[in-house]
């Protein structure tokens, strides 16, 4: 079977993806499972959250060689374990860094993003700055971004973009 042109490292819900099934990506994440969340927005406040990756692995260890996807999609977890609850939405939804190794998780994520990316692939990362600053996050990557939405107000979301250069930082 030929390898998708895209990742998306860390898939969970699919919750931007507007066709959760599109064939030409291949998901991953840590976990594959199903969550039932309170919502007093559903008619049995519940909610039914189902993280179904086509493949169960770490972004820090992406099992794919190098040069492999013209597209990566980086949407790691926004907050830490220590401010978001196991039974929560946001938990359920987007999973948590490790409060104390958030900086090497997400460097190491960097990197492996970048090294299945093919040269003059796309990285498109997505940052939600309730927990960790944007520019706490950057100065993860020596990687230069190219443009992105620099002040979301509304939802605080940043959608930064990258391309893998020939020589890599």
Not at 46 to 65: E, Q
Not at 71 to 86: C, I, S
Request: glycine share 6%; hydrophobic share 40%; net charge positive.
């Amino acid at each position: 079977m030929k390898t998708p042109a895209i990742l998306d490292a860390c898939c969970g819900a699919r919750k931007f993806w507007f066709d959760r099934a599109d064939d030409r990506a291949i998901t991953m994440d840590n976990r594959s499972c199903v969550y039932l969340v309170k919502d007093k927005g559903c008619a049995t406040g519940k909610r039914r959250i189902i993280i179904a990756p086509d493949i169960v692995a770490d972004f820090r260890h992406i099992p794919f060689a190098d040069d492999s996807f013209s597209l990566v999609v980086f949407d790691p977890p926004h907050l830490t374990e220590n401010r978001v609850g196991k039974k929560s939405f946001m938990f359920a939804n987007y999973g948590a860094l490790n409060a104390a190794t958030w900086r090497e998780d997400l460097s190491r994520g960097f990197s492996e993003c970048f090294r299945v990316l093919k040269t003059e692939g796309t990285l498109i990362f997505k940052w939600a700055e309730t927990n960790i600053a944007l520019r706490d996050v950057l100065s993860c990557t020596p990687n230069k971004p190219l443009f992105g939405n620099r002040m979301p107000k509304a939802t605080g979301t940043h959608w930064i973009v990258f391309m893998k250069t020939e020589v890599q930082p």
